[in-house]
Structure formats: structure tokens, C-alpha cells
């Protein structure tokens, strides 16, 4: 029985609830850092209609949907797992000519380009990206002697129009790094040939993990260009059969707004719920589909 095969049939907001023919609760927690995520749904044999739906979804939008939410939720595992107060988030551009494009020649334009050492596609970026990454990670080695020792998740955008016809869409990164001798001042002058950065400190309070990790995951179109490095760790997600009653699985889907607080603070002691867990019916499955994110209390 694997998550996702249940995850992709449930996407109803609001339903009836029936707990007819449920074998039980699965309840998948997995936690990184101070960050503890439950996903929780019944235990019921899908039926052959229920087998070829979820094989039909997996190529519609709604697939694309949920790997989206997926991707997006695993960032925020990552940020959570391996990044502390410590870690700067970086913003970098390029150093765009700022007069007003239609009003210059294209060749004017296209000349300045090749001056300025501007990308003309994404291939480029990336090629800066990295040779921004080996600065980094040559800073870290003169610091502690490992190049181990930097961590880095970086995604690279592009505008959505181009500034002129002729003329490519324009591109800058976010990144969130951390290592010995990382300071603000090292990490712009890293990025310095190409332009400018802002720069702060990574703020895991008020959950600054989620809130980085949609920002991370914003452009759609562009997900493919995100990366990170090979030193994080990943969390392991658990499963119990046991950790969640029927009647409690029950009493949250009837009202999550009176009982999800109390059950999942009492089920997972020393931790806080964040946010009101999400909900989901089918059509095709009994009971519901429910996902809550807690955070240890400070």
C-alpha cells in the first residue's frame, strides 16, 4: 500500500464520511528537524475500479498538481533537516542594462549583452550557478579543510516575458547556503562578475521553512531547474498501523477545527499542530485522506 496511490484518489475537499469497510488506520509520520509531518488514511483494499482510476490520474493536471505539493513539501523537509538560523538565503541577478529597452537598437542591445556577459539561455545560468557554488565551496575549504562542510539548495528562474523581441527572458537565483566562513561579504563577492545579491539570514521561526520553500518552489514551468547538494540528509518516513484509531480518524474528518489540536497534540506529545490539517474525500474510497504538519514546541 503506497502513499501515493491513495494520496493521488482523494482530492474531494469536502465529503461524507464512511468508515465502512476500513481494516484499520496507516498513519506515515515523518519528521525533520523540529518539523513533524502525519498523513493518515484508511486501510481499505482498492477496488479494480479504484486500481485503474489512480493509473488514469497519474497523467492528468492533477498529477502535475500533486507533484508540485510533493516537491514543494520535500524542500521544506530539507530546509528543516539540514539548515540552521546560520544559513543565508541569497538572491542573485544579473546586471541587466536598465535604460529602457524600446527605446535602443537590438543590435545595440544584443552587443550590450555579450559585453555585460548576460545569459542567452538557461544553460549559461547554470554554468555561472555552479562556478558560483565552487567559489563557495573553496571559501569553506580555507575555512575548515572540507568542502563536506557546505550545504546548498539553489533554484534559478526566468522572467516570463523577454524584455524585447530578439532578446532572451532574464534570469536570476535563489539559493540558501551554509558553511564556516560564509559571511554576507564573501557570498557577494562570490556572485560579484555577474551582478548584485541581497542577502539574509534564514529564519527557521514562524515557520520560515514553508514559507522558503514555496518561495524555492514558486515558478512552475522552471521546476526542473533546482538543486542541491549531495551532503543533505533526507528524512525516512515511518509507518504505524497502530499509531491512529478509526474513531479518532473519524472524529477529525467530522470537525477539524474542534478535535485535530487536542488528538494529534495528545498522539504526539512535546509537539505543536502549525496549521489546520488538510482534509480529503474520494469518490472512489472510503474514509478520508488527512495531512497535519506540528512543530516541536520551543
Not at 498522539?267 to 472510503?286: M, Q
Request: one cysteine or more; a positive charge.
Amino acid at each position: 500500500m503506497r502513499v501515493s496511490d491513495y494520496e493521488i484518489l482523494y482530492d474531494l475537499p469536502r465529503g461524507e464520511y464512511d468508515g465502512r469497510g476500513q481494516e484499520g488506520v496507516r498513519t506515515v509520520t515523518v519528521r525533520a528537524g523540529r518539523s513533524l509531518e502525519v498523513m493518515a488514511f484508511p486501510r481499505v483494499p482498492l477496488t479494480a475500479e479504484a486500481k485503474r482510476e489512480a493509473r488514469e490520474r497519474r497523467s492528468r493536471p492533477s498529477m502535475v498538481k500533486l507533484n508540485d505539493r510533493n516537491r514543494e513539501r520535500h524542500i521544506m523537509r530539507l530546509l528543516e533537516m539540514n539548515f540552521t538560523p546560520r544559513a543565508l538565503v541569497v538572491t542573485g541577478t544579473y546586471a541587466y542594462p536598465s535604460e529602457d529597452y524600446s527605446m535602443c537598437n537590438l543590435r545595440e542591445l544584443s552587443d550590450e549583452y555579450d559585453r555585460r556577459a548576460l545569459p542567452w539561455d538557461d544553460i549559461r545560468v547554470r554554468k555561472d550557478v555552479r562556478n558560483f557554488i565552487a567559489k563557495l565551496r573553496r571559501r569553506v575549504v580555507r575555512a575548515c579543510g572540507s568542502a563536506d562542510a557546505l550545504k546548498w539548495i539553489v533554484r534559478i528562474e526566468e522572467g516570463k516575458q523577454p524584455p524585447a523581441e530578439g532578446l532572451p527572458r532574464k534570469y536570476h537565483f535563489h539559493a540558501i547556503v551554509e558553511g564556516p566562513g560564509l559571511t554576507r561579504e564573501a557570498v557577494e563577492r562570490c556572485w560579484e562578475p555577474h551582478g548584485t545579491t541581497t542577502i539574509e539570514h534564514f529564519n527557521l521561526r514562524d515557520d520560515g521553512a514553508k514559507r522558503l520553500a514555496v518561495y524555492l518552489n514558486k515558478q512552475k514551468s522552471a521546476g526542473r531547474w533546482w538543486s542541491h547538494s549531495r551532503n543533505l540528509k533526507m528524512p525516512v518516513p515511518t509507518v504505524s498501523d497502530r499509531k491512529l484509531s478509526r474513531r479518532r480518524l473519524a472524529m477529525i474528518a467530522a470537525d477539524v477545527k474542534k478535535n485535530s489540536r487536542a488528538i494529534f497534540e495528545k498522539i504526539y506529545p512535546g509537539y505543536k499542530l502549525v496549521e489546520e490539517p488538510d482534509v480529503k474525500y474520494s469518490d472512489f474510497i472510503a474514509g478520508a485522506y488527512i495531512y497535519a504538519r506540528l512543530r516541536l514546541r520551543d
